[in-house]
């Protein structure tokens, strides 16, 4: 096991890189054969990164972490895009054969908690924001079993596979918000806080609840706050819902 506070760059005898560079973060290296890219100006922020082997992951130009831990199994794949934020607290976890992806512009407040399970998939498209103590996970957890058969029906790697967790480009997720495998939102949608969400949403829509349903269609949200004109969002994000 390797253990790094700050590099810039490094490589060792068991074919683990690091390309680019850190302070204020531990890494630690418990396999071999994995790959830890860094972008420009990334700030750490007293975050820890458990990586095990022959694993990819790829953190792009100008990303905040403040105090999160981050922890890749063997075989997992992890990128996220240029100028993202993830605030104190947070979990991410990507276990052997699972990956996630995240697109440029993501925030995240305080308390998170993004996993993927073996095999399966967790996808946010750009300029995502989600509030505090969102819990995001793309299967079970633990292995369910038809008493009758015998027969695992929830965790095989067939079934595994076909587990994901799509979130479109600019879609907004509320505090206390769970989000549970089998779910696609579509771009520029809300989701409300509190929600339970496992389904598929479409693009510019409130859905909200437990389990979240479709509350209005055809809004499209800001970042900021009072504007009063909706030319201040970006057309991509502005469209008549698909239903």
């Given at each position: 096991m390797t253990k790094l506070t700050e590099c810039t760059g490094y490589s060792d005898e068991k074919g683990n890189r690091i390309i680019g560079s850190f302070q204020h973060c531990e890494?630690?290296?418990?396999?071999?054969?994995?790959?830890?890219?860094?972008?420009d100006d990334f700030n750490a922020g007293q975050m820890k990164i458990a990586i095990g082997s022959n694993c990819n992951i790829d953190i792009g130009n100008n990303v905040t972490t403040r105090g999160s831990f981050w922890n890749f199994y063997d075989n997992a794949s992890c990128s996220i895009g240029d100028n993202c934020r993830f605030r104190?607290?947070?979990?991410?976890?990507?276990?052997?054969?699972?990956?996630?992806?995240?697109?440029?512009?993501?925030t995240v407040e305080f308390d998170y908690t993004v996993i993927a399970l073996p095999y399966s998939e967790i996808r946010f498209g750009e300029d995502c924001m989600v509030s505090r103590r969102v819990s995001v996970q793309s299967n079970d957890g633990h292995d369910i079993f038809d008493v009758k058969?015998?027969?695992?029906?929830?965790?095989?790697?067939?079934?595994?596979?076909?587990?994901?967790?799509?979130?479109g480009n600019h879609v907004w997720i509320g505090q206390d918000a769970t989000v549970l495998y089998n779910t696609d939102i579509g771009?520029?949608?809300?989701?409300?806080?509190?929600?339970?969400?496992?389904?598929?949403?479409?693009?510019?829509?409130?859905?909200?609840?437990?389990?979240?349903?479709?509350i209005k269609t055809d809004v499209a949200w800001s970042r900021n706050y009072g504007d009063t004109d909706i030319s201040v969002i970006d057309d991509r994000y502005v469209r008549l819902t698909d239903l």
């Open positions: 890494v630690i290296f418990s396999g071999s054969n994995s790959t830890l890219k860094i972008g104190d607290g947070g979990f991410l976890s990507i276990a052997p054969f699972a990956k996630i992806n995240i697109g440029s512009g993501f058969t015998g027969q695992n029906i929830n965790a095989t790697v067939e079934l595994s596979k076909l587990k994901k967790v799509i979130i771009d520029g949608s809300i989701i409300g806080a509190k929600s339970l969400v496992k389904n598929k949403f479409p693009n510019n829509c409130i859905a909200g609840g437990n389990p979240a349903k479709i």
